[in-house]
């Protein structure tokens, strides 16, 4: 039986879109490919921000988290920002207690942050 993709990572535009196939995000060896492969996207041109996409994610880990902070010091160092949308009721509970909401945007669902995006790159 093969094993499923874990995330896949799409552009639209110049914005990547990060979406995850599984409901737990706490492998080890899973957030250390994505870690991965956000850090080489950072660096690519063109690139001009980052969406994660949690629709039907239930369950992260603080592991992810500090992927998600590690990618952040690579991209705030370029001026590049990082979105979340569609979070759950539990990822949402878990980016309120650790304060994450606070330094990522937040929205309900992908149109509206790519739509921030636009907006964002329109004022600047």
């Known amino acids: 039986m093969p094993v499923p993709v874990p995330?896949?990572?799409?552009?639209?535009?110049?914005?990547?879109v990060v979406r995850f196939s599984i409901p737990t995000l706490a492998d080890p060896n899973m957030l250390h490919d994505l870690k991965l492969s956000l850090t080489t996207l950072v660096q690519s041109e063109g690139f001009r921000g980052?969406?994660?996409?949690?629709?039907?994610?239930?369950?992260?880990?603080s592991a992810f988290l500090n992927v998600m902070l590690a990618v952040d010091r690579e991209m705030r160092a370029q001026?590049?920002?990082?979105?979340?949308?569609?979070?759950?009721?539990?990822?949402?509970?878990?980016?309120?207690?650790t304060r994450l909401h606070t330094k990522f945007p937040i929205h309900a669902d992908q149109a509206s942050a790519l739509a921030a995006f636009a907006e964002q790159n329109r004022a600047s």
Not at 79 to 97: A, D, H, N, Q
Request: proline letters at 7%; glycine letters at 8%; hydrophobic letters at 45%.
């Open 50 to 61: 980052l969406l994660l996409n949690m629709e039907g994610v239930k369950f992260i880990v």
């Open 7 to 16: 995330y896949s990572i799409t552009s639209e535009g110049s914005i990547s």
């Open 79 to 97: 001026f590049k920002p990082i979105r979340v949308c569609c979070p759950g009721p539990s990822v949402m509970e878990t980016l309120m207690l």
